[in-house]
């Protein structure tokens, strides 16, 4: 369960093994400029490799946790419990076909999956994966469970600046701009010196290139 706190709503971040991954301090900065929130994030095994740590410390001003086997606090609170109960919502991004896999199952095997199970508030799911995978029927059988299960989907786009010689589209992912809409729905906005708070800006790309790839 949530605990109740006064202050920022606390958003937790979690990563999973997809290059998309390499865009999330843009991501958390437009986060972070458009919403009254403090981050924080579990990295996934797989993850490790597309994300710059201090770029990522900087990012969230709560820290990030690499995700891994379970333990527990000085308190012997389990780790995943602990950051069940400060997360207020939880975005997965990016969300991986093996991540959608197991949150379509339950499986926890790490603390990434462990958290994601013992959380019971608003979760947001944002796909990043190539358009092969997207298109999977198993895929969008875990995505139609996972929906189905009560979390919110930030449906991707395609990316046609990748294409392969065929003219197919590469990569899918979320747009900076859905991602922020769809959390507007959730987060208090942080309001600006001028008094505006917009929850989208059409000088923001609409989707961002990625390639081919997904862990976990």
Not at 73 to 102: E, F, Y
Not at 106 to 128: R, W
Not at 148 to 173: E, F, M, N, W, Y
């Amino acid at each position: 369960m949530t605990e109740v706190h006064s202050g920022p709503t606390h958003l937790l971040i979690g990563v999973c093994g997809s290059v998309h991954a390499v865009y999330l301090p843009t991501y958390l900065h437009l986060i972070r400029q458009r919403f009254h929130v403090t981050v924080s994030a579990v990295v996934t095994k797989a993850a490790e490799g597309f994300v710059v740590p201090t770029a990522l410390d900087c990012c969230c001003g709560e820290g990030f946790a690499v995700s891994g086997p379970d333990r527990a606090q000085a308190d012997g609170t389990p780790l995943h419990i602990s950051l069940a109960r400060w997360a207020d919502v939880v975005l997965v991004l990016p969300a991986t076909a093996n991540s959608l896999s197991k949150l379509a199952v339950g499986a926890s095997d790490d603390l990434y999956s462990t958290t994601l199970t013992a959380f019971d508030g608003p979760t947001f799911i944002a796909p990043a994966m190539s358009a092969s995978m997207w298109a999977c029927r198993a895929v969008q059988r875990n995505v139609q469970r996972v929906v189905q299960d009560g979390r919110r989907l930030i449906a991707p786009t395609g990316c046609p600046a990748v294409a392969d010689p065929s003219g197919d589209l590469v990569g899918v992912s979320p747009s900076y701009n859905s991602v922020l809409s769809n959390l507007a729905s959730t987060l208090p906005a942080r309001v600006p010196r001028g008094g505006a708070s917009p929850h989208t800006d059409p000088r923001l790309p609409e989707s961002v290139t990625i390639s081919p790839g997904d862990s976990s």
